[in-house]
């Protein structure tokens, strides 16, 4: 099975540290700028940082919009990372309402920085958080999360959060000041996560390194 | 709440790791990459580089051993030391850093802060700060290591630099830096309780009780440590075990 993963270079997010992550993972990525490039692509990785609204423009600038969508229908592995993820959801209110790729229904809304406790947390969200899988999914098996332990600690920095309509859409999620919100998703051959696996570890590592076995 | 975070801060001048008294009296410790890597081996949460001499020189040697790091450690890596334009935080993070820390161009010119932020986003922005005391409850923001003072109060530029974009902020108590006695949690606390991002506390480490207390009393979002680790004083699942036993809430790798 190829190992190839082809990186959608944007200009948006830090490409060389997935590819390198991709690398260590055992797969060779490299990064794909043209809508052909895209479309041809084994694997597709979906980076993304910053502004969701940002992400979409770009992307929809470069022409890029229409290959992730034909490549998603064309059932290929497909994974989304941070704002990578939020995209492929139908809409944002980041900085306004901003639509989104409308491949897995939900929206994006802003972590509730109120506690269930009351209390006000800080936004962003900085830092390492453990991996819990959803009461309604028996287990991560034939998903991206296959070889994680529950519980398993990624990094996050962000301010929103992916809402799925859909609970079985929901392969991940972790705990905001007593809110679950989804942390990884999965639908058909889209999976993705708001973690960034290449920052989190050999156990960031083992999930790109299962993605390449998919 | 997001876990407090380890932060082994790497002080840089040339190839070499560093380390000071007060951010000066610089003795030479070994390898930066070798280190890195055994703290990421030990579960570190993040690594902090800063070129120390790099304002002082306007050169910036760190590229190489950002490079060499980012090849094989995955946690988060924040560089500083010299950034001066959004040219050179690219070129750092083409390096491999996820953040770059910008302490006295940001001062120059704060504009550059929101250019950081709007190019890269405010989760790459991180503000260094360098705090002396003044007064009780009062500090300045000095640049250059301490060296030159700027006659700005830390929490109204800390203020004024989130509001241009800062996504995070590196709080170094002068004062402490090198001197094992502890963080200076007011100060942390000072900044901590106004500023809406994470607050790394800086600066002064010497025992786990001391970042029990600047977490607790000072809300500090995460310690830098140098000094303890650099010298093996103690080791990083050690600083753990330690601070779950204090009740700190920690990632547990």
């Not at chain 1, 190992?3 to 490409?15: F, H, K, M, S, T």
């Not at chain 1, 269930?116 to 991996?131: A, E, Q």
């Not at chain 1, 990094?155 to 309509?165: D, E, G, L, N, Q």
């Not at chain 2, 241009?164 to 402490?176: H, K, Q």
Request: net charge negative; glycine share 10%; hydrophobic share 40%.
């Amino acid at each position: 099975m190829s190992r190839n993963v082809a990186i959608i270079d944007y200009g948006v997010g830090n490409l060389l540290s997935v590819a390198r992550a991709v690398t260590a993972a055992g797969g060779s990525p490299f990064l794909a700028c043209s809508p052909d490039e895209v479309a041809k692509a084994d694997r597709l990785l979906l980076p993304g940082v910053g502004a969701f609204g940002h992400c979409i423009d770009t992307l929809t600038a470069r022409g890029l919009v229409e290959p992730i969508l034909s490549f998603a229908a064309g059932g290929r592995p497909f994974l989304g990372i941070c704002v990578g993820m939020q995209i492929l959801f139908d809409e944002s209110t980041e900085f306004g309402l901003h639509r989104g790729l409308g491949l897995i229904a939900g929206r994006v809304e802003r972590i509730p920085a109120e506690g269930r406790d009351g209390r006000y947390y800080k936004i962003p969200y900085v830092g390492w958080n453990p991996l819990l899988r959803p009461t309604g999914r028996e287990s991560w098996r034939g998903t991206v999360l296959e070889d994680t332990r529950e519980g398993s600690w990624a990094y996050f920095t962000h301010s929103y959060v992916a809402v799925p309509v859909n609970d079985a859409d929901c392969l991940a999620e972790g705990d905001y000041f007593g809110h679950r919100r989804a942390t990884a998703v999965v639908h058909e051959n889209l999976s993705a996560c708001q973690f960034h696996p290449e920052k989190s570890g050999p156990a960031g590592l083992a999930i790109l390194s299962r993605f390449l076995s998919l | 709440m997001p876990r407090t975070r380890l932060i082994a801060r790497m002080d840089i001048k040339g190839p070499n790791l560093i380390k000071g008294i007060n951010l000066e009296g610089l003795r030479k410790i070994g390898d930066p990459r070798e280190f890195a890597q055994r703290y990421y081996e030990q579960g570190v949460d993040e690594l902090i580089y800063i070129d120390i001499v790099a304002s002082l020189y306007g050169r910036n040697s760190l590229t190489d051993i950002v490079r060499h790091t980012a090849e094989h450690v995955f946690v988060p890596l924040i560089v500083g030391g010299g950034v001066r334009s959004v040219r050179d935080a690219e070129d750092l993070l083409n390096a491999g850093a996820d953040k770059v820390a910008i302490n006295t161009a940001a001062i120059a010119s704060p504009k550059l802060i929101q250019a950081i932020a709007r190019q890269f986003g405010s989760q790459c922005m991180v503000l260094s700060i360098e705090a002396k005391q003044i007064t009780p409850g009062k500090w300045e923001a000095y640049t250059d290591n301490g060296r030159e003072r700027t006659g700005l109060d830390v929490v109204n530029w800390a203020r004024q630099a989130i509001d241009l974009g800062a996504g995070e902020i590196l709080l170094t108590s002068v004062d402490r830096e090198g001197t094992r006695k502890g963080f200076d949690v007011a100060l942390t606390h000072a900044v901590s309780s106004v500023v809406p991002v994470p607050v790394i506390a800086s600066g002064g480490m010497g025992s786990v009780e001391h970042m029990a207390q600047v977490v607790n009393e000072g809300l500090a979002d995460a310690v830098a440590i140098a000094d303890m680790l650099h010298y093996s004083r103690i080791e990083l699942p050690d600083i753990r075990s330690a601070a779950v036993s204090l009740g700190l809430e920690v990632r547990k790798p």
